[in-house]
Every structure is written in C-alpha cells, then in structure tokens.
C-alpha cells in the first residue's frame, strides 16, 4: 500500500510542478489509454488519461485535478493544484479534433 501511495504522490507532484520541456502533448505520448469525459452534448469536460497498467492501475483525472491509483483491493489518491504542462488542454484539443 506504501508503494502505492508513493507513486501516486510522485505523479501529482510532477504534474502539479510541471517536467521541463514537457507539454502536455508530450505527456500524453506514453499514456496507455484516454477516456474523454463529456457532457450529453458532447462538450468536453475532463479526461481520465491511464499511465500505468497491470500492478498498480494509474489514473490521472484532469476534471477532479486527482491521480488514482488502485492495486488489487487498495487505493491511493493524489491532488494537483496546477497543471503547467497543460495535460487538460491537450486532452481538449484532442477531443475537438474528433
């Protein structure tokens, strides 16, 4: 559980201070799948963007500013405040572009 929670940490930590040189394009290259959250309208809302699969499960949710980590029945949750490299925005870019 201690794992868990480390990693998960240090996710919203370098999303929250940004990784230098590192748009939120380049971020979202190594992302394993994105789920768009949206309205019934279609309008984007947030995305749920898994960077880490099979043991542990990491979500980063750019709409609740959380990383969500799951490793069989444990949990771990992370906050970011800022979002420098602009995750958010590259996951709306890419929605519009549908």
């Known amino acids: 559980m201690e794992q ?19 748009s939120g ?16 309208q279609g309008e984007y809302i947030g995305a749920r963007i898994l960077v880490a699969f099979g043991g542990p499960n990491i979500w980063v949710n750019t709409h609740t500013g959380t990383v969500e980590g799951y490793w069989y029945g444990d949990y771990a949750t992370g906050a970011f405040l800022n979002d420098p490299m602009d995750i958010n925005g590259a996951c709306r870019e890419l929605w519009e572009c549908k």
């Open 4 to 22: 868990l929670k480390e990693h998960v940490r240090a996710i919203a930590n370098n999303i929250h201070k940004g990784i230098p040189d590192i």
């Open 25 to 40: 394009f380049d971020y979202l290259n190594d992302a394993l799948d994105i789920q768009y959250i949206v309205t019934g």
